[in-house]
T-cell receptor, first 112, second 114 residues
Framework: EDKVVQSPLSLVVHEGDTVTLNCSYE??????LLWYKQEKKAPTFLFML????IEKKSGRLSSILDKKELFSILNITATQTGDSAIYLCAVKPTDSWGKLQFGAGTQVVVTP | EPEVTQTPSHQVTQMGQEVILRCVPI?????FYWYRQILGQKVEFLVS????????KSEIFDDQFSVERPDGSNFTLKIRSTKLEDSAMYFC????????????FGEGSRLTVL
């Protein structure tokens, strides 16, 4: 059975800290892995990773994929209170265009 | 910035009633989806829709569910006879053809079945 597992489930950090979120997967026919940020309602897209070892960056956020060890990490440096959210990892298989399989998410709380 | 819009934001209904959730996908997108998230659980895929037909559906998407694109802009999810366990946040999403593959989600419609 396909699985997407995120860790930790939740964490609390102080502003300015660095956060590392993990997503491991066991999915047949892997095509890509996506990261979303869910603040109140709509998941908003952060990154899509298809190839191993290529870091994607957007401001203070970065992510990388390891297709050999079947995991991805999402890093947030110099965290701000606005980074407080649930971060979702999702995997897209090759035999489907839009059927994402989501992990349970990691809830990040950044305190002032 | 274009966005996916959903209505209603919250609907309360009695068990057994029919519900229609509406979505306006981003205008140049051609793939449409419904996902749901039961409180405290993972976001789950329900159905994908392309070229006026269902392209894929999950085991959750049984005969009580249907989708439709009644005109050039709306995409609807109908639940024929709601059950208590249908209470969830329902997300509509869309993606463009030939894009990089990310889905753009709406704000969601919270359905509460009493």
């Amino acid at each position: 059975e396909d699985k997407v597992v995120q860790s930790p489930l939740s964490l609390v950090v102080h502003e300015g800290d660095t956060v590392t979120l993990n997503c491991s997967y066991e999915v047949t026919n892997f095509r890509s892995l996506l990261w979303y940020k869910q603040e109140k309602k709509a998941p908003t897209f952060l990154f899509m990773l298809t190839s191993s070892g290529i870091e994607k960056k957007s401001g203070r956020l970065s992510s990388i994929l390891d297709k050999k060890e079947l995991f991805s990490i999402l890093n947030i440096t110099a965290t701000q209170t606005g980074d407080s959210a649930i971060y979702l990892c999702a995997v897209k298989p090759t035999d489907s265009w839009g059927k994402l399989q989501f992990g349970a998410g990691t809830q990040v709380v950044v305190t002032p | 910035e274009p966005e996916v819009t959903q209505t209603p934001s919250h609907q309360v209904t009695q068990m057994g009633q029919e519900v229609i959730l509406r979505c306006v996908p981003i205008s140049n997108h051609l793939y449409f989806y419904w996902y749901r998230q039961i409180l405290g659980q993972k976001v789950e895929f329900l159905v994908s829709f392309y070229n006026n037909e269902i392209s894929e559906k999950s085991e959750i998407f049984d005969d009580q569910f249907s989708v439709e694109r009644p005109d050039g802009s709306n995409f609807t999810l109908k639940i024929r006879s709601t059950k208590l366990e249908d209470s969830a946040m329902y997300f509509c999403a869309s993606s463009p053809i030939g894009g990089t593959g990310e889905l753009f989600f709406g704000e969601g419609s919270r359905l509460t079945v009493l």
